[in-house]
């Protein structure tokens, strides 16, 4: 273990555009390290590898820190990675004179706990598309309208003269089509298919990511998902909608949160709800995660501010130091309260 550095000065956030952050991307000079959110979903992790395999491509030395193991129905972006590319935490430690990008998150209480020190020993640069994000120190670019931050991010990287690879272009375009739910939600705008139709024609493999992605499941995913349905709650006036696995439901069926990762999706279609959640707990004792999905009239990611987390107007998350049933209760409340709020369709 090297000796503890000293601490950087933080610098405030600097609002910048894509421009001015592709040009911060290029001055550059050292080692570059690449991380996402605690707990990375398909766009951090597409973000993550896309601009990283654009930076080696292009004599950059950089690595991907945190975001390993990849989950199962991602692991096609491991196939292409390149020797040290993805270097779990326990694993890793920065330098001082490296610079480090956060991806998919402006807030840092959401990134890792073991990378936070070093938002103030190193040179940080931050890209990201959630409403509640106030930014780290250094350059921020925030585009809370982008459907993704992969978009965002492959923009950057292409006014930044980086070489766009099959293997970059794939992991854009995984964050891409996870976070704007395959092109169906309100944040897929033209910008956003046009982002999509470029990547296309460098050789994204479409059909293959979409089976892996949204095709095949793990049976015990789908022994899972009949368990959160006998926890499902609906109100009486059908506005409300939630639910949620325990520690034991996880244990039960061997499965981990990689298992449950779109079950919220899978509250949300139930018709007539204006706000559904999930809340689940994976490990015993331990928080009580939840996301949350809103119809127009009510701003999810509002509500998740007022328990510590944040995201979109539609969708948002946050973590409660609760057990599982005081979370449920909770959360179920509240979402009472937001519809009760406004009139009722």
Same mark, same amino acid.
């Given at each position: 273990?090297?000796?503890?550095?000293?601490?950087?000065?933080?610098?405030?956030?600097?609002?910048?555009?894509?421009?001015?952050?592709?040009?911060?991307?290029?001055?550059?000079?050292?080692?570059?390290?690449?991380?996402?959110?605690?707990?990375?979903?398909?766009?951090?992790?597409?973000?993550?590898?896309?601009?990283?395999?654009?930076?080696?491509?292009?004599?950059?030395?950089?690595?991907?820190?945190?975001?390993?193991?990849?989950?199962?129905?991602?692991?096609?972006?491991?196939?292409?990675?390149?020797?040290?590319?993805?270097?779990?935490?326990?694993?890793?430690?920065?330098?001082?004179?490296?610079?480090?990008?956060?991806?998919?998150?402006?807030?840092?209480?959401?990134?890792?706990?073991?990378?936070?020190?070093?938002?103030?020993?190193?040179?940080?640069?931050?890209?990201?598309?959630?409403?509640?994000?106030?930014?780290?120190?250094?350059?921020?670019?925030?585009?809370?309208?982008?459907?993704?931050?992969?978009?965002?991010?492959?923009?950057?990287?292409?006014?930044?003269?980086?070489?766009?690879?099959?293997?970059?272009?794939?992991?854009?375009?995984?964050?891409?089509?996870?976070?704007?739910?395959?092109?169906?939600?309100?944040?897929?705008?033209?910008?956003?298919?046009?982002?999509?139709?470029? %990547?296309?024609?460098?050789?994204?493999?479409?059909?293959?990511?979409?089976?892996?992605?949204?095709?095949?499941?793990?049976?015990?995913?789908?022994?899972?998902?009949?368990?959160?349905?006998?926890? %499902?709650?609906?109100?009486?006036?059908?506005?409300?909608?939630?639910?949620?696995?325990?520690?034991?439901?996880?244990?039960?069926?061997?499965?981990?949160?990689?298992?449950?990762?779109?079950?919220?999706?899978?509250?949300?279609?139930?018709?007539?709800?204006?706000?559904?959640?999930?809340?689940?707990?994976?490990?015993?004792?331990?928080?009580?995660?939840?996301? %949350?999905?809103?119809?127009?009239?009510?701003?999810?990611?509002?509500?998740?501010?007022?328990?510590?987390?944040?995201?979109?107007?539609?969708?948002?998350?946050?973590?409660?130091?609760?057990?599982?049933?005081?979370?449920?209760?909770?959360?179920?409340?509240?979402?009472?309260?937001?519809?009760?709020?406004?009139?009722?369709?």
């Amino acid at each position: 273990m090297s000796a503890e550095p000293e601490t950087m000065k933080a610098k405030p956030a600097e609002v910048v555009d894509e421009a001015a952050m592709a040009a911060a991307l290029r001055r550059i000079s050292g080692r570059i390290v690449l991380c996402g959110h605690e707990h990375p979903d398909g766009d951090a992790i597409g973000a993550t590898f896309g601009l990283c395999h654009a930076l080696r491509a292009s004599g950059r030395d950089a690595v991907c820190w945190g975001v390993a193991p990849i989950p199962r129905m991602y692991s096609y972006l491991e196939e292409d990675a390149l020797p040290g590319m993805n270097v779990p935490l326990e694993a890793f430690e920065p330098m001082p004179d490296d610079t480090i990008i956060v991806l998919d998150c402006g807030v840092e209480d959401r990134v890792y706990p073991p990378i936070r020190p070093w938002l103030s020993r190193c040179p940080v640069l931050c890209i990201d598309h959630h409403k509640s994000s106030t930014g780290l120190q250094g350059p921020f670019l925030l585009e809370p309208e982008a459907g993704s931050v992969s978009e965002v991010v492959y923009r950057v990287a292409k006014a930044a003269g980086l070489t766009i690879t099959r293997s970059a272009a794939e992991g854009f375009w995984t964050g891409i089509i996870t976070d704007t739910g395959r092109f169906m939600y309100a944040g897929a705008s033209g910008d956003t298919l046009r982002a999509a139709a470029e %990547l296309r024609e460098l050789g994204v493999r479409n059909d293959l990511i979409g089976e892996r992605v949204f095709g095949k499941r793990p049976l015990k995913s789908l022994l899972l998902e009949r368990r959160m349905f006998a926890s %499902l709650r609906v109100s009486e006036d059908g506005r409300v909608a939630m639910g949620g696995l325990r520690a034991e439901d996880y244990a039960a069926e061997q499965c981990t949160a990689e298992h449950s990762e779109n079950f919220v999706d899978i509250v949300r279609t139930i018709d007539g709800c204006e706000i559904v959640a999930f809340v689940r707990q994976i490990k015993p004792g331990g928080p009580a995660h939840v996301s %949350l999905r809103t119809t127009d009239a009510i701003d999810a990611s509002a509500i998740c501010v007022e328990w510590g987390g944040g995201g979109h107007a539609r969708a948002a998350g946050a973590t409660l130091n609760l057990s599982y049933e005081a979370a449920f209760e909770a959360v179920y409340e509240r979402m009472r309260q937001a519809v009760a709020a406004i009139p009722a369709p």
